[in-house]
């Protein structure tokens, strides 16, 4: 398998490995929380796990978290959702505005600036010090240990954009190996991106990756588009409905290779259905039909008020950035919205 090569990724002829120094955590500060949403969190983590660990905010270098985890938590994360920096130039420090008074409305606004602190400025040039030599250095050391803290059913989504995207995907191919991966998803984060001399940057791309075989899949399924309801038509009952196709291939096989009631499929093709199944459809009015009165090869009928919706595809257009006027902002520049996350948990 080919291997990406980067400065300080081997040292004396050997793999430079993570830090796995494990520190103790702090608490800073503990937020209150109303009786219902404490009723809430607990009984979305009741299935065994320790409820002191809902909701925490662990603040430092990941280089010293990540190794501070592994002794509760290795094998036991089931999802993990990281939305590293894309070399960036930012420095992560951001502006906040809270109201003197939360619980009114028309309370006056103050405003504040966080900069960045020692520990923040250390990571900084550990990720970016030596440009892209040092992120991929950081980025595997991070997916290394990450892949320690997953359970067997675990997965991960990775979320990147077109400046070191490419060169991630070779390093989780590395970690967690080329047979792990799922998907490369596509999320169309905006509509309109004008720069000149090329083509507008819109998209993100999110790398999901399995810990091994018996990763969590909860099928999503999705609104049909307009392509998609265009070719359904109206029944003498007003039901929406349109043909599936009753073939599958066959190159290599004689399953199905059958005439039914007039019609036989092509050479390379057979009834994807048994001979009884076809019969029963056709006894229930569920076969359309040619002109002649012979079976359409893509004659199931079906209708549309008994599906689901449509299985989500790879390509999400139909998850918005945050406006500017939601509710959901908090003007952090890397911020994504809730309901692309609330995807990726429900899916994983």
Known sequence: ?????????????????????????????????????????????????????????????????????????????????????????????????????????????????????????????????????????????????????????????????????????????EVFGADKFINEISWKRTNVHNTAGRYGRVHDVIFFYRKSDQFTWNEIKTDFSPEQLSRYKQDEKGRWYTGQDLTGSRPDSDSGKFEWRGTMPAANRGWGYSLEQLEKWWAEGRILTKKDGTPRLDGLKVYLDEKEGTALQSIWTDVSRIANTSSERLNYPTQKPEALLERIIKAS
């Open 1 to 173: 398998m080919p291997e990406l090569i980067w400065d300080g990724k081997y040292k004396d002829g050997k793999k430079v490995a993570p830090v796995r120094i494990a520190l103790p955590f702090q608490t800073i500060e503990t937020i209150n929380e109303s009786a219902q949403e404490r009723q809430r969190m607990l009984d979305f983590f009741s299935a065994g796990r320790d409820t002191e660990w809902r909701n925490r905010l662990i603040w430092g270098d990941k280089k010293y978290v990540l190794p501070s985890l592994l002794e509760e938590f290795a094998g036991k994360v089931n999802l993990i959702y990281i939305d590293p920096p894309f070399a960036t130039g930012a420095n992560f420090s951001f502006t906040a505005t809270v109201p003197a008074h939360p619980e009114d409305d028309d309370s006056e606004t103050q405003s504040f600036t966080k900069e960045p602190g020692i520990l923040e400025q250390k990571a900084y040039r550990d990720t970016w010090g030596k440009g892209l030599d040092s992120f991929l250095q950081w980025m595997y050391e991070t997916l290394a240990i990450l892949r320690d803290l997953l359970a067997e059913d675990g997965s991960i989504y990775v979320h990147m954009d077109d400046n070191a995207g490419h060169y991630v995907k070779v390093l989780l191919d």
